[in-house]
């Protein structure tokens, strides 16, 4: 199993970017798809997840209106839009693949980086 994020990169407070992650070596339309981010000294956090389908996406609340996770089965590509973007964004970006229906099997990313600095 291989899943590459990309995207990542600086960017001034108030900008855009788009990460995407590429999944491969699994039934992708099968797995629910998260977005989490960790900052030096912090937890790692969830942000943003969508379903297997793509028919339900959910937020954490610091970022709800500003970002939208979306999803395209045929590419095995997930994608997270940010904009508007604050420092406080700053972090590694992860993308977690969670089998529908069993907890238990996810697989993880490498990260990419996103920092918000003028």
């Known amino acids: 199993v291989q899943i590459v994020e990309s995207g990542g990169g600086l960017v001034q407070p108030g900008g855009s970017l788009r990460l995407s992650c590429v999944v491969s070596?699994?039934?992708?339309?099968?797995?629910?798809m998260n977005w989490y981010r960790q900052a030096p000294g912090n937890q790692r956090e969830l942000v943003a997840g969508?379903?297997?389908?793509?028919?339900?996406?959910t937020y954490t609340d610091s970022v709800k209106g500003r970002f939208t996770t979306s999803r395209d089965n045929a590419k095995n590509t997930v994608y997270l839009q940010m904009n508007s973007l604050k420092p406080e964004d700053t972090a590694v970006y992860y993308c977690?693949?969670?089998?529908?229906?069993?907890?238990?099997?996810?697989?993880w990313g490498q990260g990419t980086q996103v920092t918000v600095s003028s």
């Open positions: 070596g699994i039934t992708f339309s099968l797995y629910n």
């Open positions: 977690r693949a969670n089998l529908r229906g069993d907890s238990r099997i996810n697989y």
């Open positions: 969508i379903s297997s389908s793509g028919g339900t996406t």
